[in-house]
C-alpha cells in the first residue's frame, strides 16, 4: 500500500464535496469555497491520504480520466437532496464506473445530504444497481456535512479494502481463466460488459476445478489490458479481444490423444452442481481422471472441444 493513498473524489455539480472535505477538516459545518475544475486536499489520520476533487460542471468533468489511471480509490458523491438529477448520476456513474483504468478499485459511494434528502438510500442503490456490482470492492455511505467526522469512516474503509488486496502470481488460476477470457471475448464480435465476463467466469468455475476468486480476474482483465490482448470501447463500454490477443489465443498447442475425450465426456455431461457450487454427481474415479490433468490442459481441451452459445 503506497505512503499516500491517491483517492478520486467525483460528484455532479453542487453535490456538497467541497463543504463535506472542508468541514471534516474543521470538524463541524463550513461551507467550502467553490472552484472551477479540481483541487487537492491532503488529509492526514492513520494513513495520509491525497483527496483529488473534480467539479462537476458539464465543462470539467473530462479532468475525472486525467487522474482515475493514478488513483488508489474512487469516491463517488450523490446529492440526495436532488432527486430530479439522480438520471445524470446514473449516466455518469457508469462513465466511470466502466472505465477500464477504475477496475478493482474500492468505490465508496456517498448519499450525501442525507438530513435534507427526499427519498431513501434504498431508491439510489436500485437506480445504480450497485448490488450487483462484482468488479470491485464498494460500500454505500450516508453523509452530511453537518456531521463530518463519519467522512473518515469512509477513508478507513479504503484504507482496510486495500489493505486486503490481492496481488496478481502467474499460477494456474491466472492461466486457466487468462484462456477463457481471451476464448469470451473471442466469440463475441460486439465484445462483452465486464458484469457479463465475470458472471460467465463465475459459471465456469463451477466445475470445481478452480475457485471463483473476483480480485484476481479484475487483475487478470487489467493485464489482458495492459499487454494489449484487450480493449475498451468507451462507446459501448464493452471489452473486446484485439488482433494480439487472437494470435495468442491461437497460438496454443492442441491437446490430443484419446484419454481427452474420455475428459470431454465426462465435462459435457453436465452433472448437478452444490449450492457451494461444486460438482457432487463425479463419480469418485471421474473426479481423479480430472485431477491428473494440468488446469492449463483442462483449460485448452474446454476451449477446443467445447460448443458454447452466449447471449450478450
Request: proline share 3%.
Amino acid at each position: 500500500m503506497p505512503a499516500t493513498i491517491q483517492i478520486l473524489l467525483y460528484g455532479l455539480e453542487n453535490s456538497g464535496k467541497s463543504t463535506l472535505i472542508r468541514s471534516f477538516q474543521v470538524g463541524r459545518f463550513m461551507s467550502g469555497a467553490p472552484f472551477t475544475a479540481h483541487k487537492f486536499t491532503e488529509i492526514t489520520l492513520e494513513n495520509r491520504f491525497n483527496i483529488i476533487e473534480v467539479g462537476g460542471r458539464k465543462d470539467v468533468r473530462r479532468f475525472v480520466f486525467q487522474y482515475i489511471d493514478h488513483v488508489e480509490a474512487i469516491i463517488f458523491m450523490i446529492d440526495g437532496s436532488n432527486e430530479a438529477g439522480f438520471k445524470e448520476v446514473e449516466t455518469e456513474f457508469k462513465i466511470i464506473i466502466n472505465h477500464p483504468q477504475s477496475l478493482g478499485k474500492p468505490l465508496a459511494i456517498l448519499f450525501h445530504k442525507t438530513d435534507i434528502a427526499r427519498v431513501h438510500p434504498s431508491i439510489v442503490i436500485e437506480r445504480l444497481d450497485i448490488l450487483n456490482r462484482l468488479d470491485r470492492p464498494h460500500q454505500v455511505f450516508s453523509t452530511t456535512a453537518k456531521e463530518p467526522t463519519y467522512f473518515g469512516e469512509v477513508l478507513k474503509w479504503i484504507t482496510k479494502c486495500l489493505k486486503e488486496d490481492s496481488h496478481l502470481i502467474e499460477d494456474q488460476f491466472s492461466r486457466f481463466f487468462r484462456i477463457y477470457i481471451l476464448d469470451m471475448l473471442n466469440s463475441q464480435n460486439k465484445g462483452l460488459p465486464m458484469l457479463s465476463i465475470l458472471g460467465q467466469l463465475r459459471i465456469i468455475s463451477q466445475t470445481g476445478q478452480v475457485d471463483y476468486d473476483r480480485d484476481k480476474i479484475i487483475l487478470i482483465i487489467r493485464k489482458l489490458l495492459r499487454d494489449g490482448e484487450i480493449e475498451y470501447v468507451e462507446s459501448s463500454q464493452k471489452y473486446k479481444i484485439t488482433g494480439r490477443g487472437q494470435e495468442k489465443l491461437e497460438s496454443s498447442e492442441l491437446i490430443k490423444g484419446g484419454r481427452y475425450e474420455e475428459i470431454r465426456a465426462m465435462l459435457d455431461k453436465s452433472p448437478s452442481i452444490s449450492s457451494k457450487g461444486k460438482i457432487v454427481s463425479l463419480e469418485k474415479n471421474e473426479r481423479e481422471k480430472l485431477d491428473e490433468f494440468d488446469l492449463d490442459e483442462l483449460a485448452e481441451l474446454y476451449k477446443k472441444t467445447t460448443t458454447r452459445k452466449r447471449k450478450i
